[in-house]
């Protein structure tokens, strides 16, 4: 289904003000991808994640095919030492319990701050610290 179907204004606004909560939190880029997923979704997915380009290494993506019913959620190799497949399992079962109550764009909105929350922020060196 192409995004535009998928959402209201309100509910497009939603899921993009948690994409930028999200970002904000976690100090990773996100992504969302509502569509369908052909053939294999976790490999679609992957296809998908590395379509974003030379920042797909850090960047979370999260690709939802209402269709068919699958969530993927696909970390590249720098956020998968902040975020582990068990937290990325808990954002997808946020997002599938959410769907199945008919709410598509809640379900993305809760499953992405989800990610957000899990992402642990790696802790920052001073240089200045008093010895």
Request: net charge negative.
């Amino acid at each position: 289904m192409p995004a535009g179907d998928a959402f209201s204004p309100k509910q497009h606004d939603e899921v993009v003000r948690a994409i930028r909560l999200a970002q904000q939190q976690s100090q990773l880029p996100v992504s969302v991808y509502v569509g369908t997923l052909e053939g294999d979704s976790r490999a679609a997915a992957l296809t998908l994640h590395g379509a974003l380009g030379e920042g797909s290494a850090r960047t979370v993506l999260v690709a939802v095919d209402p269709g068919a019913r699958r969530v993927e959620v696909v970390t590249g190799p720098e956020v998968r030492r902040r975020l582990d497949d068990r937290a990325a399992g808990l954002a997808a079962m946020t997002m599938t319990s959410a769907f199945q109550g008919g709410d598509l764009a809640g379900g993305i909105a809760s499953g992405v701050l989800a990610l957000a929350e899990h992402a642990h922020v790696p802790p920052s060196l001073h240089t200045d610290t008093p010895e």
